[in-house]
């Protein structure tokens, strides 16, 4: 538990909500209900170990934060998370109804080691031991089912290792969910180009098979798919958007407009993942504080490039 003023509200709130839930409660030492509901706040942050963190404002001490987050009466709970109010609450609580608040937002303690476990699979993977990073995502997932951020990362590894029907397994329950994930939905494309490439005969062809077939006919959609499949296969991913623009400028609905939807899925393959923390914009609260988070868009090369084939896209689709 920390007290809260202006001076420190942005390191000791909005930043630190970045890394861990923040539980603001604006109360008075005069306030009654302050009294009651304050021992129940800091028995369950001790309680719940770390996964959410309680910050103290005095309200009259402190009435231009108060004011500042629209706060009518006290005792009056907001809780911040990526420097964001997502909830929040007024009056006395009782102590369990306080605990149903916090699990619909604060992680369990599996998905806190599920994402320690993702955390040293990255750090196993830079260090080049890729089975042991394999075996770690494994142990998050299994801590953790619905962490789809470690789900991903395991999914991407076992098709690179290619362990393609243990991918196929581990993409099976996300792929069941409507709407089906972006992420996931472009990782099965990825894995039905290798699958193409492995049964079809196509997948042996040089690329002076397929462009003579294609130059014979401007319009075999069925010979540049293949072409575009192939190419994504082997990771040569800007050369596949290539031919599936092609496709897409003669008729975009080819095939259930297959040509569109592997285009895009290779700009979410190609996409960075956000920063798990401190990836939050900018915003308010509900009683008018600027809330600022650091924008984690730079412009690279990367970026640049995928900048150019979404304009690409949106103009063949305009």
Not at 87 to 113: I, N, T, W
Not at 214 to 224: G, H, P, S, V, Y
Request: hydrophobic share 45%; aromatic share 6%.
């Amino acid at each position: 538990m920390i007290d809260v003023t202006v001076q420190n509200f942005e390191a000791e709130v909005i930043a630190a909500s970045m890394q861990t839930p923040v539980l603001v409660d604006f109360w008075a030492p005069w306030c009654g209900p302050c009294k009651t509901l304050g021992p129940i706040l800091e028995k369950l942050e001790a309680e719940y170990g770390g996964r959410f963190k309680l910050a103290k404002i005095d309200s009259d001490q402190e009435q231009q934060l108060a004011a500042a987050f629209g706060i009518r009466s006290i005792p009056t709970c907001i809780l911040l998370m990526n420097g964001q109010p997502v909830d929040g609450f007024m009056g006395a609580l009782a102590e369990g109804q306080v605990r149903q608040f916090l699990d619909k937002h604060v992680p369990s303690e599996g998905a806190l080691a599920a994402e320690a476990q993702a955390d040293e699979a990255g750090a196993l993977l830079e260090s080049g031991d890729t089975e042991a990073a394999l075996a770690k995502l494994a142990e998050a997932l299994a801590q953790d089912p619905g962490n789809d951020d470690a789900r991903a990362d395991y999914v991407r590894l076992l098709i690179a290792t290619g362990a393609y029907a243990q991918a196929a397994e581990a993409l099976r329950e996300p792929l069941a969910r409507e709407p089906r994930p972006l992420h996931f939905e472009a990782l099965r494309r990825w894995l039905d180009a290798i699958e193409f490439v492995q049964r079809d005969e196509r997948g042996n062809w040089s690329v002076e098979q397929f462009d003579a077939k294609i130059a014979a006919d401007k319009r075999d959609f069925e010979t540049r798919f293949a072409k575009a499949q192939a190419l994504m296969a082997e990771g040569q991913w800007t050369a596949s958007m290539d031919e599936l623009l092609e496709i897409i400028l003669r008729d975009r609905k080819w095939n259930d407009e297959a040509a569109r939807k592997t285009y895009v899925a290779i700009l979410e393959l190609l996409t960075p993942p956000p920063a798990r923390a401190g990836a939050a914009g900018t915003g308010q609260s509900a009683g008018g504080i600027e809330l600022t988070g650091k924008d984690a868009r730079q412009e690279d090369p990367q970026a640049e490039l995928l900048s150019s084939y979404r304009r690409k896209l949106s103009m063949a689709l305009n």
